[in-house]
């Protein structure tokens, strides 16, 4: 029976939350989707729900009414569409291009329907929406059957773990309310949902347009005894969490310090519950303590539960900031660094394994490296492909690392502590959305071995700082020619030194590695780790290298440290660089039998800031030396010796 309103508009009443826990609220509260292929009807749908559910006000319905004239596609009756695709492109296309939320209730239960784009284009739009939602509602055009966006919206929502799903056989009265038609497709839709693990799915035959089986039962489909579709989502059950048996865990999102009197940590309680009193355990760090207070909003409490927002604070002095997470003491949450996922690409540009990315989970921010397509996924078949990269709106499953341990749930068990997303790092773009399928066993079983001499020991033998000085700058530029002459310096002035060149290290260490983009970001990074083995070794390590890419020149600064690590760009104009040409490089590629050569079919990104430029075109080799050792002498005091 629905329950007419004649309010302007329904909203969460003022205090509601305060005088109810946020767990008891947010349970009544049904996230959905619509979605399917292009013009099956999903914003027609909500349309109707909010019209037959007397959510329209009539303000809105007499400009409903105007827009529904003035476009023509009803034949002057009310386009429903209308109500949701509030873009003026939507609008003039008759498609949905961007998420659409609306906000209804019904019988007490409070719902938000998300109407989500049609064209594969906007499949990340899709994704954005499913990540968050109880329940979808995937309409099928009953006189086109199953197509392939149907398909691909299924997969994406089993993947993303939306529970409950509807399959709202739309347009029923364009193929005369057939029964035989609905049999057809849902037998056909029920073969894949099995070949993609689907479980279970409920087939509503509809007519958006008239209300068919909607909200009031048709009686046109006199062969249908099931549900409607309202009924279906007035009946979908949100998976509760346990409180009493799920081990506790709180992401640390704040560090809450009014005064010199109090620190505390504030979150919300993902899992299970706390009590004053109680230990409790800090991920990553493994660090424990116990709970002297539990702070709320109306004062301090007992015990606090899932669902709940809190600060705490222990009874000891304890390094605990943002991005940690506060988990029972006996049963803590597992931790690594490196995980298999899957992971579907938002990204305009391709992406590019090897390259750091900064990665969102959870409450925490760390960079992350994909470093293994182990396939991509084609989402209409769920065929496992071979690829190289993945790109817009694609989906793969991949190896990801870690520049450290964080604690997880994988995203089966928590969507919170499981999923997360990508941030490409020049441009700060949401790149990708991912889902933690488990961590690597050798996450777990590879750790490292401290040793008894460390770097500071064998640096102090040598009477020097370990340092790495970067070089980089085009072919040609004079980068191994000054960084010989580097260290010929610091050499004769009693210091120990290597020089890394990029020549050199291809015919051995990076002798497999080829000069795509992908291969280029493989070598920088391994020539990385090989400084940073040389400077735990107390070395003064100077690096000759192209490495055309800031974010690479980046990461290899964050394994040295900012305070170890002086990057020199060697500056010399493309056309100075192209007539030097000492190897022939630039002829070759000018011809065609080099391809990706930096400066011409492939970009060379200069540094923003480096330590310092050395120009060229108006420095010689000795001036250029100087000026570099007098630098390091600057910053280390007893780096060398002498200019």
Not at 176 to 204: C, M, Q, W
Not at 326 to 342: M, N, Y
Not at 387 to 396: A, E, F, K, P, R
Request: charged share 25%.
């Amino acid at each position: 029976m629905l329950t007419p309103s004649s309010k302007k508009s329904e909203a969460c009443p003022e205090g509601v939350l305060q005088r109810r826990s946020e767990a008891e609220y947010n349970s009544e509260i049904v996230r959905f989707i619509t979605c399917g292929s292009v013009d099956d009807g999903k914003s027609t749908l909500i349309g109707r729900l909010l019209f037959d559910g007397n959510h329209i006000l009539s303000d809105q319905l007499e400009e409903l009414a105007k827009e529904s004239e003035k476009i023509g596609t009803q034949s002057g009756n009310l386009d429903f569409s209308l109500l949701v695709d509030g873009l003026s492109a939507e609008r003039e296309q008759g498609i949905t291009i961007d998420v659409a939320y609306r906000f209804f209730s019904w019988r007490g239960r409070r719902f938000i329907v998300a109407d989500t784009p049609g064209h594969e284009q906007y499949t990340r739009n899709t994704v954005t929406a499913a990540s968050t939602a109880d329940a979808a509602v995937l309409i099928v055009d009953a006189k086109k059957g199953l197509l392939t966006q149907t398909k691909r919206h299924s997969f994406l929502c089993n993947i993303l773990g939306v529970k409950h799903i509807i399959l709202a056989i739309n347009k029923m009265d364009l193929v005369d309310f057939r029964h035989d038609v609905f049999e057809t497709i849902v037998s056909e839709y029920d073969d894949f949902a099995k070949s993609i693990g689907l479980k279970n799915f409920y087939p509503v035959p509809i007519c958006a347009l008239t209300g068919e089986n909607v909200v009031i039962t048709s009686q046109k489909c006199h062969w249908y005894n099931g549900k409607t579709l309202m009924e279906h989502l007035e009946g979908v059950t949100i998976e509760k969490i346990d409180d009493r048996n799920d081990s506790f865990s709180m992401p640390v999102q704040w560090v809450n310090r009014p005064s010199a009197d109090f620190r505390g940590f504030a979150g919300k309680i993902l899992n299970g519950q706390i009590n004053a009193g109680e230990q409790v355990r800090l991920l990553p760090s493994g660090q424990k303590t116990t709970v002297d207070r539990i702070v709320s909003y109306d004062g301090d409490l007992q015990r606090a539960v899932a669902g709940q927002s809190v600060t705490l604070t222990f009874k000891t002095d304890i390094d605990c900031s943002r991005g940690q997470i506060i988990c029972s003491s006996g049963t803590p949450l597992e931790s690594a660094d490196k995980f298999q996922v899957h992971m579907v690409w938002m990204g305009d540009k391709p992406l590019v394994l090897g390259r750091a990315y900064v990665m969102h989970v959870g409450t925490d921010s760390l960079s992350c490296v994909p470093s293994k397509l182990k396939y991509a996924l084609n989402v209409n078949t769920a065929e496992k492909l071979y690829s190289q990269t993945l790109s817009m709106n694609q989906v793969g499953v991949l190896e990801i690392h870690l520049d450290r341990e964080i604690g997880f749930l994988p995203y089966v068990e928590s969507r919170d502590l499981g999923g997360f997303i990508l941030i490409d790092k020049t441009t700060n773009e949401t790149v990708a959305a991912g889902l933690i399928d488990f961590a690597l066993r050798r996450s777990k079983n590879i750790h490292w071995h401290a040793q008894d001499i460390d770097q500071t020991a064998r640096s102090s033998i040598k009477d020097q700082k370990p340092a790495l000085i970067w070089f980089t700058g085009l072919s040609g530029a004079g980068k191994s020619t000054i960084a010989n002459a580097v260290e010929k310096r610091l050499f004769e002035s009693g210091r120990h030194t290597f020089l890394l060149d990029g020549d050199n290290v291809r015919h051995g260490l990076n002798k497999d590695l080829g000069f795509t983009e992908v291969e280029r970001i493989e070598n920088i990074r391994r020539i990385g780790e090989v400084s940073k083995l040389m400077t735990e070794a107390g070395l003064i390590v100077m690096a000759a290298f192209i490495s055309p890419f800031k974010e690479d020149r980046k990461v290899v600064r964050s394994i040295i440290g900012d305070g170890n690590f002086i990057e020199v760009y060697v500056y010399a104009p493309l056309e100075v660089a192209e007539q030097r040409d000492t190897k022939g490089l630039y002829k070759k590629a000018r011809r065609g039998e080099l391809k990706n050569f930096t400066g011409l079919d492939s970009k060379y990104e200069a540094p923003e800031n480096p330590e310092i430029i050395i120009d060229t075109t108006k420095l010689t080799v000795d001036e250029a030396a100087n000026l570099i050792v007098k630098l390091v002498l600057e910053k280390f005091g007893t780096f060398g010796t002498e200019g």
